[in-house]
């Protein structure tokens, strides 16, 4: 449990009757408050701090603090964090996934700041895996726990979306996020910050076991999304539809949280915990502009 001494409590408020949570600082976001946050994400996958505008230089300083920050894919530079800025919606964040379920570096805090957003901008919806688990029947818990998943970005997109290889993904990703520059991105970390960078894996793709324990609660959770496209299962038509029906399940109606974004919004999500989705309710390119860290949690 966290010492009272690491900073008075902050008050919580539920926002799934499974999963989530908002928090409220009683003395603003600082430091002191990320044993709060990360005790929070244990209990809850996902956390709100409404009202709290962040600098980039404040969002790494604060995601340094949690732990180690994923970098670009494959960088060169130990020192290149990926700081991506969303100002539109691609064609493929309106399919429930888990960021960076398809490289070596899974088990990451999704760190998401608002930098803008309207009041007609899209929501995005959060599932928990680990309750969708929980409400598996035991023959299917029994089955998946034995098997593993193949995750790739182009095989799944391929084959569930119809998306002919990386070259027209790259085109649309283009006209709708910007990325910073790198050099800007490493002199707004902190000196003693950690870089960890994720490597994809060549096709059929990373394997992940379809069920395991949460690095950050040790809560027994699914591990699947959009990104999983094969399964282990000797039978090569159960092996594919393994994948939808278990998806199914962890999106059920009753199994959703949906959050409308607010300029100021904080939300923390763990992606060995929850699938989440842009839900795409009009123009693709109007209403908010949300800046992503992500972090291995100490």
Known sequence: MINIEQGLPPSKQQLHPD????????????HA??????????????????????????????????????GQTGAVSSRRPAVRIERGASSFTEHWHADQSWSDQPDVVSFLACCSADQN??????????VAYRRLDRALRLEIGQLEAFHHVEISRQIRHGVEGPTSRRGLLARVR????GEARRALLPPDARIITPHA????????PMVASSSASNVRSVRLGDHAWRTTASDPGRAT?????????IVAADNVWTHHWR????????????????????????GRVLRRVLVRLD
């Open 178 to 181: 910007q990325r910073l520059v």
């Open 241 to 249: 539809d393994l994948i939808d029906i278990v998806n199914e399940h």
């Open 201 to 208: 894996t060549p096709p059929p793709g990373v394997r992940h």
């Open 121 to 130: 901008s899209d929501p995005t919806q959060f599932a928990d895996t680990s």
């Open 263 to 286: 300029p100021g919004d904080i939300v923390l999500y763990d992606n060995s915990r929850v699938l989440h989705r842009r839900l795409l309710t009009g123009e693709l390119n109007v």
């Open 19 to 30: 999963f989530g949570v908002e928090v409220t600082p009683a003395d603003g976001l600082t």
């Open 33 to 70: 408050l990320i044993p709060w946050i990360k005790e929070s994400l244990a209990l809850s996958a996902v956390v709100l701090i409404r009202d709290t505008p962040l600098t980039t230089r404040m969002q790494l300083a604060l995601a340094s603090s949690m732990g180690a920050i994923l």
